[in-house]
């Protein structure tokens, strides 16, 4: 899996993988998966958006505006 890049909002370099049952405090029959920049350790809790893995959802994270995708 890609290491995570910092948040595009508050730059920090504390964001997370997280179930969206972790995100919304209840239990799912299936776990979808996000970045979080992680706000119990500064960040400001942005979050990616909700994929079917943790690999989809760190490649989300990792895109931003005006970049190509990367296609290793």
């Known amino acids: 899996m890609s290491e995570l ?3 595009p909002i508050c730059k920090k ?3 997370k993988i997280c179930t969206h049952a972790e995100m919304e405090q ?3 029959d299936k776990d979808w998966y996000c970045v ?6 500064g960040g400001c809790g942005a979050s990616g958006g909700y994929r079917e893995t943790p690999e989809e959802a760190a490649e989300a994270w990792n ?5 190509e995708k990367d296609n290793e």
């Open 5 to 7: 890049r910092e948040c």
């Open 13 to 15: 370099t504390v964001a």
């Open 26 to 28: 209840r239990e799912e």
């Open 36 to 41: 979080a920049c992680n706000f119990q350790e």
């Open 63 to 67: 895109v931003r505006v005006g970049e």
